[in-house]
């Protein structure tokens, strides 16, 4: 692919195909994630990849401790709800999932499934955690960091053919992720990726999130024309 169809094509991939991905494909999209900028060369970021029966035993342990009302316990700050226009996009996205998923506003139950869907990581056969040296928690420049490899591994990821959603649902129960992934005492859990093959007869994979114009997120200083 070309970059720009890469930028352009790129969408959030929220079902898969249970089809293992190699571990050598796995390797090489980090590799080329791993070429992101990092402040003053950093690279505070470390990954655990996670597939089988420890994604399996993560899942369940999310989605059980969830419905059984257990507080989420997510690592990295959250920060305040979202609010104005971030919260209106918030819902935005939110709609065109449910409309393409037929989820009507008062099916509570398919709204619940759909919301366990993220604590079992979209079904997806591969886990991606992000983590980040704790000697560095504080750092602004290391969450911003972690931010650039993120996308700079989604972006590698559907060059190669694969799908990915960047979501916190899945880390949302850290000391189960712990526990199974085998995390060190060393490390932060920022955020988690799931990665597969996309399955293309699944109608949420078709939404493309809208995004604001250049106009509305640019201010050009300076430039004559």
Partial sequence: MQFDDVILGRRSIRGYKPDPVPKALITEIIGLAMRAPSSMNTQPWNFYIITGEPLDRIRAGNTERMVAGIPQSREFRTGQAFAGQHRDRQVGVAKQLFS???????????????????????????????????????????????????????????????????????????????????????????????????????????????????????????FEK
């Fill in 100 to 222: 393409a998923m037929g989820i009507e506003r008062d099916n509570k139950d398919k709204r619940q499934d759909w919301v366990l869907r993220g604590f079992r990581q979209f079904d997806a056969p591969v886990c991606v955690i992000v983590t980040y040296d704790r000697a560095l928690d504080g750092s602004d420049d290391t969450p911003f960091d972690c931010g650039a490899v993120a996308t700079a591994l989604v972006n590698a990821a559907w060059s190669r053919g694969l799908g990915a959603v960047i979501n916190s649902q899945g880390i949302m129960q850290s000391p189960v992720v712990r526990e199974h992934a085998g995390i060190s005492d060393d490390q932060v859990i920022m955020k988690s990726i799931a990665l597969g093959w996309p399955d293309e007869t699944f109608p949420a994979n078709a939404v493309v999130s809208e995004r604001k114009s250049v106009e509305e997120a640019t201010v050009f200083v300076g």
